[in-house]
């Protein structure tokens, strides 16, 4: 029997440490090998990829892409990042996730001159080799992705100081925070249907590029609402690639890893076999596409039980059906597009098929919402229904409430305070089970 290991922190598993190499600047090859008819990953050794003998693959590894591209990084020495962000002061603490911490900086351009750049610093969580393997990841792939979004790497710290090793990252600062929070808590305004739509656009466009666009495929494996950040005009970035892999080589179907990824948004075949494709990003797609519809979370434990999983729970309010606008986010007011709701939510269950294969690859995905935001009018009354017993809970009548008394000062206060709390509840809910598998070997 297939046994999973549920763990709520990325680093909670304990790991012997394996001799890694452990660069003090530049990062070294986490690759995996070419093995069998799949590719597979020991998700404890750390390999360097040979093209030698055995290899039939005529495509770059991302490590070979990688020492092409990596002088574009700067590195950084600790002492700089201290700087700029204050000492890592909690002031300038942005946010914080499984992978580390995220501070808020400031940090000289390159040639020295001019005003200091503002950038977002991650602190990697160093425990055991896994947080090494995955700030490797991310300085390779994002040293090497070059798309509008996908958010940009400017540049990397690893020292092995006294209390251990010290990994940083240090991106382009995204001053809107990220889908996550304008979906999910209410301290942050309300996305509007063009929006949603154009977030979606720019979501699946980097997806796109990933998988079929660049010269080795990549797959994202963390694809999730919290990944997408949002720039000054709300163009959505990815982030997070501490979980990206190298697609299959040529003529293999898949690559074997261990199951990585965030409960709620991975594929369930792949969650079975540990067999990671691209489709695999596709499923996580039509996750995050419900939640725009919905507002809702993929899993949200503080919701009626039969409400819990959103995939589930949308399955009430089939699209063809006249029930279908009762599962729109009510902060959307009725401002969208009910048929282009729809073309979404069919894109949305194609992307989820059961069987991996039967999945569109993101540039269909691409057409598809763009075809669906050809509707304009934004009008997504509800159609008569076949019941009228309320489908949302008190949590959506409460916003609701809450948005018509929005002018009233004391109700703003009010509102703030909910929000903070909710911003408590969902630091300890974003705690999400990481799902972990002992890789199958192909
Ligand atoms: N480049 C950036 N610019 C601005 N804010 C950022 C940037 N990168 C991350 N953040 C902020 O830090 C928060 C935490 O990011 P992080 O990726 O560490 O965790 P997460 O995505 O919330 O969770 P997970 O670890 O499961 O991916 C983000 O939600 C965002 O608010
Ligand atoms: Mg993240």
């Not at 070059?146 to 540049?155: D, M, W, Y």
């Not at 040529?250 to 074997?256: K, L, P």
Request: proline share 5%; with cysteine.
């Amino acid at each position: 029997m297939a046994c999973f290991l549920y763990i709520r922190e990325r680093y909670g598993h304990r790991r012997q440490r394996a001799s890694a190499p452990m660069p003090s600047s530049a990062p070294m090859s986490s690759s995996t090998s070419n093995e069998g008819t799949s590719r597979s990953e020991d998700s404890t050794a750390v390999k360097q990829t040979s093209k030698s003998a055995g290899s039939v693959s005529s495509q770059p590894s991302i490590s070979e892409l990688y020492e092409e591209k990596a002088h574009n990084l700067r590195v950084f020495k600790l002492k700089e990042l201290q700087n700029a962000t204050n000492n890592f002061s909690r002031m300038l603490k942005i946010g914080e996730g499984g992978f580390g911490s995220v501070y808020k900086g400031f940090v000289k351009p390159p040639n020295g001159k001019g005003d200091n750049i503002i950038v977002a610093v991650k602190k990697l969580n160093t425990q055991g080799l896994q947080g090494h393997k995955q700030w490797l990841a991310e300085v390779q792939f994002l040293g090497v992705v070059e798309h509008p979004n996908l958010v940009k790497l400017i540049g990397y710290c690893a020292v092995d100081a006294e209390r251990g090793p010290q990994r940083m990252l240090v991106y382009e600062f995204m001053p809107n925070k990220s889908l996550e929070d304008h979906l999910f808590n209410r301290a942050y305004p309300s996305l509007s249907w063009n929006t949603r739509l154009q977030i979606a656009l720019g979501a699946a466009e980097g997806l796109a590029y990933l998988h079929e666009k660049m010269e080795v495929q990549v797959i994202y494996r963390d694809f999730k609402a919290s990944n997408v950040l949002l720039d000054e005009e709300y163009r959505p970035k990815l982030s997070d690639f501490g979980l990206a892999r190298e697609g299959p080589s040529e003529g293999h179907t898949h690559v074997t890893t261990a199951v990585m990824g965030t409960y709620g948004y991975a594929a369930p075949d792949y969650v079975e076999t540990g067999h990671l494709t691209a489709k695999s990003d596709v499923w996580s797609f039509g996750v995050v596409l419900y939640e725009i519809l919905t507002g809702r979370r993929s899993m949200e434990r503080n919701r009626p039980r039969n409400e819990q999983k959103l995939l589930d729970w949308v399955k009430k309010f089939p699209v063809d059906s006249g029930k279908f606008s009762m599962m729109m986010d009510p902060r959307l007011e009725n401002k969208y597009s009910l048929p282009a709701a729809r073309e979404i939510a069919k894109l949305a269950n194609i992307c989820l098929s059961k069987l991996a294969r039967e999945r569109p690859n993101m540039s269909e995905v691409v057409d598809g919402l763009k075809e669906a935001m050809q509707y304009e009018e934004l009008d997504g009354q509800a159609e008569p229904v076949e019941e009228t017993s309320p489908v949302h809970s008190d949590f959506e009548d409460d916003t609701t409430k809450t948005k018509k008394e929005a002018g009233l000062a004391s109700e703003r206060r009010r509102m703030l305070h909910l929000a903070k709390l909710g911003e408590n509840a969902n630091v300890v809910g974003r705690r999400r089970f990481m799902l972990m598998k002992a890789a199958n070997q192909a």
